[in-house]
């Protein structure tokens, strides 16, 4: 099992950008895929990113693709969301992810553990 604290949320107005951290301990990152799910008020929780295990592959909602960016530093534990050319749409509670396997998909259900969540703001 894995803890992970997300960082680096906040109000911004709408074409700004921010970059989100998941710092993880209690693991070993590399040995982790991780992704990115968001919740806005009213709806039910979405996928954003995911990363594969040390790096390898990335993949996007497409709400989010060419937007966002997903990376990761093993040194350091963290997995980096970089959101650019934010739209009020993307005002959410950003939640970060992992599971102990190769690869993880975008089901919510196929992570086993969880960050506390962090809010993101857009105004228009």
């Known amino acids: 099992q894995v803890q992970l604290v997300e960082s680096g949320g906040g109000l911004v107005q709408a074409g700004g950008s921010l970059r989100l951290s998941c710092a993880a301990s209690?693991?070993?990152?590399?040995?982790?895929?991780m992704g990115w799910f968001r919740q806005a008020p009213g709806l039910e929780r979405e996928f954003v990113a995911r990363i594969g295990r040390s790096g390898l592959s990335t993949y996007y909602a497409d709400s989010v693709n060419g937007r966002f960016t997903i990376s990761g530093d093993n040194a350091k534990n963290t997995v980096y969301l970089q959101l650019n050319s934010l739209e009020p749409k993307d005002t959410a509670v950003y939640y970060c992810?992992?599971?102990?396997?190769?690869?993880?998909?975008?089901?919510?259900?196929?992570?086993?553990?969880w960050g506390q969540g962090i809010q993101v703001t857009v105004s228009s």
């Open positions: 209690g693991g070993t990152s590399s040995r982790y895929s």
């Open positions: 992810a992992a599971v102990n396997q190769l690869f993880a998909g975008v089901r919510s259900s196929d992570y086993t553990d």
